[in-house]
Structure formats: structure tokens, C-alpha cells
């Protein structure tokens, strides 16, 4: 803090971070400093305002009425410095000690979270890496346009208009199942088959949204008997081992998991157009050289499969 009571920089990330997140432990693992360090930031920010900030309630932490007024200036400040920064200081990935977020479905967790983890530990050592998993309680266009998350990676048959759009690659339509469901013995799937079959299929991470797989049936007007919906891909084909479902996925989650469970992957009927996976993110990170080069990091580990 400089003199005559002005507030620097640190402390207003200090001060948006545990407003937003209603706690000092979620605040410092985003700012990589210690508790005690946001404790006393704190401490000097109520001196300040003359304001307690946040309180304790019975369901844990909550902003003041005064506190949550100071949140959309903060953002528009904070929006505004990291602008000028990444416009003045060039981006070096081997001494970064930013945050990157990236929101995606716990299907990449087979073939890709974990090279992506390891090309940070490699090129940006000490930068941080928060996962977020796509589910209908995120909304993922907020994090984005709010900066909580840089990049979502998902597959969409529209993806929002409104939001930068970088395709990464097209996944085969397969049908996996326990290898002693009778479909599984006659090596292959009919289309009457399939639609007199009970399924399996993920919740969709886009509320109001039909996943790729049902938009296709819907446009050839035809509804799957959905039996059993899950919140988490990989949990999936253990329910399969157990069960006579199907589930209807791309061919690269499907396959690992056929290495190692009993189950059988077939190609799907119907003629499934291909899943196309894209990465988004929002023009407010457009320019910014950190989130391009983790998009560029992305794009070279998807290619890599």
C-alpha cells in the first residue's frame, strides 16, 4: 500500500478474490501467497474502508452489503490493469507465475489433462493450473467472460456465436458396452438395434443444450431410451460392466477403457457425424499473450493422439 491511504494493485486482487470466493484459503491458493498473507491484506483493507468485508455466517463466509458494491468496479479495475500488462510485459512461460484456467469435461481426463499438466511442470514451472469440470451447475460463458477460467474445451453441434472458436479435432462416434451384452457377440449394431436399446448417457454440461449425439437423432427424428444419465464421463463405463446399456461416445475415450475393463467397442449406426471438440475462450483474453500460448499448447497436445 503506498502512502496517503491509496490502495495498490495487490491488494485490490486480494480484496476481489476473497469477495468472490468467501474465503481466504480459495483466495491464496489463487494468488499463490500464504493464508496469513491474505489475512493480514485483509486486515489492512478494513482499516481502509472502515468496512469488515466479509463476515462469518452459520453457512461458512459472506460479503458485506457495502463489500458486494465494490465488486463490479473491482472487476472493471482489475480488467483494465491486466490489459496494460499484457500489453507492456512480454510473456516469458519459463518465469510466469500466472494462473491459468481451463474448463472441460472429465471425458479428456484419459488422454489429455494429465500431458497438459506435464507441459506446464516443463515450459512454466512455476505457474498453477485450475481445472474445472463442465457440468450444468457451471456456467462456463460467465467464468470465461469474468476470467475465472481462459479456455473451455468441449464438444458443442453449435458453439457459442459470441465467443472466439478454435476447432481442435473430430472424434469417431463409437457405442461401448460390457462384452457380455448380446449386442457384443454379433460384432456390430443395427440401427433397429440401437433405437430398441436401453442407454446410458452423460448429463450436458450446456443447460437447454441437446449433446451432440441426441441433436443427431433429433434431426433424423428418433429418441433414445435414456435409462441411467451421469454427471462424470469416466464413471461410465464402469456402470457399463454391470449393466446390459450402451453408451454412445467417441472412439477415443472408448478405447482406453476397453484395454482395461471387459467391455467392446462398436461402431455406432446411423451414420453419427463425427464429435468435434473446440476450444473457446473470450475476446477479453483474445490478445493476451499467456492465454495464446496455452491455447497454442492445447491445440499441439490434441494433435499429439
Known amino acids: ?112 489433462l494429465s500431458n497438459l499438466s506435464a507441459t506446464l511442470r516443463r515450459e512454466a514451472p512455476n505457474a498453477r493450473l485450475n481445472v474445472r469440470s463442465l457440468s450444468l451447475d457451471i456456467d462456463f460463458e460467465r467464468l470465461l467472460e469474468e476470467g475465472d477460467i481462459d479456455v473451455v474445451i468441449g464438444n458443442w453441434p453449435h458453439p457459442p456465436e459470441y465467443l472466439r472458436t478454435s476447432r481442435l479435432f473430430d472424434d469417431e462416434v463409437v457405442c461401448i458396452l460390457s462384452d457380455k451384452h448380446p449386442l457384443a457377440k454379433n460384432g456390430g449394431i443395427s440401427a433397429d438395434d440401437y433405437l430398441r436399446a436401453q442407454h446410458l448417457a452423460p448429463v450436458p454440461y450446456a443447460g437447454g443444450v441437446r449433446g451432440a449425439i441426441d441433436e443427431h437423432l433429433h434431426s433424423l427424428g428418433h429418441r433414445r431410451d435414456i435409462r441411467v444419465a451421469l454427471p462424470y464421463f469416466h464413471i461410465a463405463p464402469y456402470v457399463l460392466t454391470t449393466t446390459d446399456l450402451i453408451f454412445t461416445t467417441g472412439r477415443r475415450f472408448a478405447e482406453p477403457f476397453a484395454k482395461i475393463l471387459p467391455l467392446k467397442v462398436l461402431p455406432a449406426p446411423l451414420d453419427f457425424p463425427p464429435l468435434r471438440f473446440y476450444q473457446l475462450w473470450h475476446e477479453r483474453t483474445h490478445e493476451s499473450e499467456g492465454v495464446r500460448w496455452l491455447r497454442e499448447r492445447i491445440a499441439a497436445l490434441v494433435k499429439q493422439k
Open 1 to 112: 500500500m503506498s502512502e496517503g491511504g491509496r490502495i495498490d494493485v495487490q491488494l485490490l486482487r486480494v480484496l476481489y478474490l476473497v469477495l468472490q470466493e468467501k474465503s481466504v484459503s480459495r483466495a491464496a491458493d489463487k494468488l499463490g501467497i500464504t493464508q496469513p498473507a491474505v489475512s493480514s491484506a485483509l486486515k489492512r483493507l478494513r482499516d481502509l474502508t472502515g468496512d469488515q468485508l466479509i463476515v462469518r455466517t452459520r453457512n461458512g463466509m459472506a460479503a458485506t452489503e457495502r463489500a458486494l458494491s465494490f465488486l463490479p468496479p473491482l472487476k472493471q479495475a482489475l480488467d483494465g490493469i491486466d490489459r496494460v500488462l499484457d500489453q507492456t510485459v512480454q510473456f516469458d512461460p519459463s518465469t510466469t507465475t500466472r494462473s491459468f484456467g481451463v474448463g472441460a469435461p472429465d471425458y479428456f481426463d484419459a488422454f489429455f
